[in-house]
């Protein structure tokens, strides 16, 4: 027969090691899981600033097409979209850069553009 007074604490010692395991599941599941859902955000802020950059390079080929200055397009929420940046510093060369909620996605038009 086991004596019970050798065996004191142990029963603590096993639930113990076995939440440790479960919580340290449970931690790792979720550090995966929000790692994921941050690269998921990103990309579309990403595709967002894409398409910020390419209204942009629009407006400039409007702009220079018509040869009008025409004001910045508005955006539905344009509290997350700042000004677009256009470089027209190369000849023939028209790059914008687009920028939603802190990211930046850039479109470069390149030849028959005349400024």
Known sequence: M???KDQKGSAL????LVSALVLGGIFTFVSIFVARLKISQD??????AFYVADSGAEWQLYNVRRNVSEPQPTFYNPGDVPPIEVDRSIRDVLKVIGTYQGISRSVELQGGISF
Not at 13 to 16: C, K, S
């Open 2 to 4: 086991i004596k019970i």
């Open 43 to 48: 990309q579309k802020k990403s595709v967002r």
């Open 13 to 16: 010692l096993y639930v113990f």
